[in-house]
């Protein structure tokens, strides 16, 4: 009964272990079809004709996850033209610009994206754990160290403010 009980087991195990492989390749591919066809509806339209400044963010953010960061900045500019956004939507988009620069290795360029956000929106948690990075970045151990711990006020659950705090008080505490 053994004997025949472990192959049995054996090929079981891998049929699982290949449906789970298969439902994830599948589900990606379907993620990507779905991104590439917002892509090139979006690039089709704003080729045409003027788009709205949501085309332009949703356009930006999509070559943004594709890490084509140049390309992504001058749609978050041209939505930001506009004038159309405000409050949250046009804080997203300052956030996603902040991003794409940070990216880039323009930290200065990405902290007045941030600050911008953060002008509209105060409580934006992102954009203060994103400001907080780049001033990291650049070695500014005290403004990132505020930047943490305003988003731990505003979301005192903040894994990442609460992380990255406790590593520079550690490191302004060890050089003090």
């Known amino acids: 009964m053994d004997s025949v009980a472990s192959p049995i087991l054996y090929i079981s195990l891998l049929l699982v ?7 994830f390749v599948v589900r990606q591919v379907l993620k990507t079809r ?6 090139s509806r979006l690039q089709s339209k704003l080729n045409k004709e003027k788009g709205t400044a949501e085309e332009y963010y949703e356009l930006g953010s999509i070559l943004l996850e594709k890490r084509l960061f140049t390309q992504a900045i001058a749609q978050f500019q041209k ?9 949250q939507d046009l804080a997203a988009v300052y956030n996603a610009l902040g991003f794409a620069y940070f990216a880039q290795e323009q930290y200065d360029l990405a ?4 600050k911008e956000a953060l002008k509209l929106l105060p409580e934006y948690v992102t954009a203060l754990n994103n400001l907080g990075h780049s001033y990291e970045r650049k070695q500014l151990a005290s403004p990132a160290l505020e930047c943490y711990e305003q988003a731990l ?20 505490v060890t050089s003090a």
Not at 17 to 23: C, E, H, I, P, R
Not at 111 to 114: A, D, L, P
């Open 79 to 87: 939505a930001i033209k506009l004038e159309t956004l405000e409050g």
């Open 153 to 172: 006020v505003i979301e005192p659950s903040n894994q990442t403010a609460k992380r990255r705090a406790e590593s520079l008080r550690k490191r302004l």
């Open 17 to 23: 272990l290949l449906g789970s492989v298969a439902f």
């Open 111 to 114: 902290i007045k994206q941030y």
């Open 34 to 39: 779905r991104i590439e066809s917002a892509l």
